[in-house]
C-alpha cells in the first residue's frame, strides 16, 4: 500500500468521526446498551417487588362463632318437635317456653310437654332435617351474653394474619354487615388450622349470631403480596 493511500484513508476517517452522522452512528451503540440495561433493572426492581414486597391490604376469611357460647338444649328421649314457641333469635327469660314437645310415657302413647329455658339470653333454632330428634342431640341453643360482652370465634386461613387488641374490624353474617373488636388473641393454633379470638360485640346484635349463620370477617392492614392481589 503506498503512503499516499494510507494518508487518504486516515483523512476520510478523520472526516467521518467529525461529521455529525458519524459521531451519531458511533454513539448509536452506548445509547442501545445503556437503554438494555436500565430496562433490566426496572424488570428485575418490579419482578422483586410482586414477588417479595408486601402492602397492607384488607383480607376477608372465614369465621365461626365458638361452640362454649352456646347452651345446647338437649333431651335423653326420642322427642318430636311439634312447634317453637320463641322465634329464631329471640330474647327469651328464665323458664320461658321454647317448644312444644312430644314424647312417648310409659304407655307407650304420645304426651306432650315444654322445653324452657334454662336461663335468660338469645334463643336459636337448631338446624335438623326432621323434627324427630334422638336423645341428647340439640333441639335448640341458647346464647346467654356476657357482662362484658366478649364472645369468642374461631378464625380460619390463618396463614399470616397479624392480629392484635382493639383492632377494629367487620363481620359479615348471612351478607349483612355488622362492626366489632377484637379484645383478645389466643395463643396457639387448633388441629384445623384455626385461630381463637375474643371479639366484643354489641348485645343488639348478638341476635343475629346463629350457630347456623354464614360468616366472614373483614381484617385490615394485612400484610399481601403485591402477586396475590393481581390474581
Known sequence: MSIV??????????????????KSLIKQPRIINNSIFFLTAIFISLF?????????????VDIKIASENYTPLIYSEVVIIKKYLSQNGSTVRKDQALLSISKLNNKSNLETDLIRSPNDGFFFHSKIDENITQPYKPLGYLLTPPA????????????????????????????????ASITMVINGISSDNEQKIHLRIKESDIRKLSPNAEMKIVLNNQDEKIINLIK
Open 48 to 60: 422483586i417487588s410482586i414477588e417479595i414486597i408486601p402492602i397492607p391490604s384488607n383480607r376477608v
Open 148 to 179: 362484658d360482652g366478649e364472645l369468642s370465634f374461631w378464625i380460619s386461613n390463618i396463614k399470616k394474619i397479624n392480629l392484635k387488641a382493639n383492632d377494629k374490624i367487620i363481620l359479615f353474617i348471612n351478607n349483612e354487615e355488622l362492626t
Open 5 to 22: 493511500n494510507m494518508f487518504r484513508k486516515e483523512a476520510l476517517r478523520n472526516q467521518y468521526k467529525s461529521s455529525d452522522i458519524g
